[in-house]
């Protein structure tokens, strides 16, 4: 949310962004396309938005992994009094809990193809700045389905119905078959 703030109250000259965007790219035809961004990435909302996406997540990834290896050595600690199914429970809430704080790492190949950019111009890379972080909103909530055993098991019941059992049924024709050839 902060970045969506940040990125609305900076001050932008959009005829400044286009000339900017004519003069790099002439190729491109930007009439009648919305133009907008920033042309110094130095500014305060660009910076902010690349150092929030990158620097923020490695702290958080690296103390989940830091809590989830003290988790697990009290869990498998022989003094702890777990029933198996709470194990198990507890397994999956840190199987998920770990993928979930490591899918926003995927941010890193936004702001490295970003930075590529720069470097070399190519309308792949271009479409390659924003895919990467399309597929962190999906892949979190797919992974509690996939991880939570009974979330899995309900899906897999909706997905996979099974069908019953076809039985086969002797048929007698009733009829005489004639020939049709005179």
Do not use: C
Not at 115 to 129: C, D, M, V, Y
Not at 154 to 171: A, D, H, N
């Amino acid at each position: 949310m902060t970045q969506f703030l940040a990125m609305m109250f900076q001050e932008m000259d959009l005829i400044e962004v286009r000339e900017s965007l004519n003069s790099k790219f002439p190729q491109y035809n930007l009439t009648g396309l919305t133009v907008t961004g920033a042309v110094d990435i130095i500014t305060f909302a660009p910076m902010y938005t690349l150092i929030h996406m990158t620097i923020i997540s490695i702290p958080l990834a690296i103390g989940i992994q830091i809590l989830r290896r003290k988790i697990i050595a009290v869990l498998v600690l022989k003094g702890v009094d777990l029933t198996t199914r709470s194990r198990n429970l507890h397994a999956q809430l840190l199987r998920t809990l770990t993928f979930q704080a490591t899918v926003p790492l995927i941010y890193f190949l936004d702001v490295f193809f970003f930075f590529l950019t720069h470097i070399w111009s190519h309308p792949i890379l271009e479409f390659s700045i924003i895919i990467p972080s399309l597929f962190v909103p999906i892949l979190t909530p797919l992974s509690s389905l996939y991880y939570v055993t009974p979330y899995r098991n309900f899906v897999r019941k909706l997905l996979i119905r099974v069908r019953p059992k076809l039985q086969t049924v002797g048929s007698r024709s009733i009829l005489q078959v004639t020939s049709l050839v005179d």
